[in-house]
């Protein structure tokens, strides 16, 4: 089956930068994206999602683009804090179940971000 | 509300020997996952229950068993466990297994097998 990408694995910002971290999806028929955070040592813990009848989502702090042309997701993380340090993930959701997915969830490898002090 | 608890948290386990590990979510979610997680691999699907009563295999179930107890517990057994089970499993679960449903991780239980 069709799985998610990330174009990055690392990624290091300073405190108090923006941090972008891309990911590229080529499941057409996925309708669903989610980004998770996972900390060392830790369960993946949602960040925030967004369905494909949009282009943009915001919450605290984070922003999330989907660019269904060209298949790519983006998750931009404002004013990094150190905390903000861990692996961040894509998921996508088939939408239609088809291929016998039944809607379950595709996870990229994940990217690490380190943020300096 | 705790959400989703995992048991053991870590497991040292010899080559041939058995052992299950056990999920539960207080979420009154219908839907329950098991995943393992290795390096440089992502998350990958285990065994998936979409409701209490079904289970269905997911992308690598070789190897293992899964029993949906009641709506909040999900267990994964290892019959016979082999080096290349050591992995981190996380179980996770989800209002019903449909379009755009987020699902919810445990801490995840470390395993290693010698």
């Known amino acids: 089956g069709e799985s998610v990408g990330l174009h990055l694995p690392t990624l290091s910002v300073q405190e108090g930068d923006n941090s972008i971290i891309n990911c590229a999806y080529s499941n057409s028929a996925s309708d669903y994206f989610i980004w998770y955070k996972q900390e060392s040592g830790k369960g993946p813990q949602f960040i925030i999602d967004?369905?494909?009848?949009?282009d943009k989502r915001q919450g605290q702090r984070v922003t999330v683009l989907l660019n269904k042309t060209v298949k790519h997701l983006s998750l931009q993380i404002a004013a990094t804090q150190p905390g903000d340090s861990a692996v961040y993930f894509c998921?996508?959701?088939?939408?239609?179940?088809?291929?016998?997915?039944?809607?379950?969830?595709?996870f990229g490898k994940g990217t690490l971000l380190t943020v300096n002090p | 509300n705790a959400g989703v608890t995992q048991t053991p948290k870590f497991q040292v386990l010899k080559t041939g020997q058995s052992m299950t590990l056990q999920c539960a979510q207080d979420?009154?979610?219908?839907?329950m996952y098991w995943y393992r997680q290795d390096p440089g691999m992502g998350l990958r699907l285990i065994y998936y229950?979409?409701?209490?009563?079904?289970?269905d295999k997911g992308e690598v179930p070789n190897g293992y068993n899964v029993s949906r107890l009641n709506k909040r517990e999900f267990s994964l057994r290892l019959e016979s466990a082999a080096p290349s089970q050591t992995s981190v499993y996380f179980c996770?679960?989800?209002?019903?297994?449909?379009?755009?449903?987020?699902?919810?991780f445990g801490p995840g239980t470390r395993l290693l097998v010698l």
């Open positions: 996770a679960s989800s209002f019903p297994l449909r379009s755009q449903e987020t699902q919810y």
């Open positions: 979420m009154n979610h219908n839907s």
């Open positions: 998921a996508e959701q088939d939408g239609d179940g088809s291929g016998g997915s039944n809607y379950k969830l595709t």
């Open positions: 967004i369905r494909s009848n949009m």
């Open positions: 229950s979409a409701s209490e009563g079904t289970t």
